[in-house]
């Protein structure tokens, strides 16, 4: 949940769910160790089927492309690109 600071929480509240039929498991198309990335609009905009060698780079490599933007961690805290 997002706070905006003064203690009331902004978005849907959060619920127990139980995925009985594993609807959920077969939609997502990813490993139990994978990732989404759902946009605002509830569009898909990057998934990874296991758990990357290097998360923040995965991370950091989709949100540049979906923006855009080129991928590169060099000058983020004093980290080099490869």
């Given at each position: 949940m997002l706070n905006g600071g003064d203690g009331r929480e902004s978005g849907p509240r959060r619920r127990e769910v139980?995925?009985?039929?594993?609807?959920?498991?077969?939609?997502?198309?990813?490993?139990?160790?994978?990732?989404?990335?759902?946009?605002?609009?509830k569009h898909v905009g990057w998934r990874s089927m296991r758990l990357p060698e290097d998360p923040e780079r995965a991370l950091y490599a989709a949100m540049s492309s979906l923006l855009g933007r080129e991928a590169s961690l060099a000058g983020r805290d004093g980290e080099k690109a490869d």
């Open positions: 139980t995925d009985l039929y594993f609807d959920w498991a077969r939609l997502r198309e990813v490993a139990e160790d994978g990732a989404i990335l759902v946009r605002p609009d």
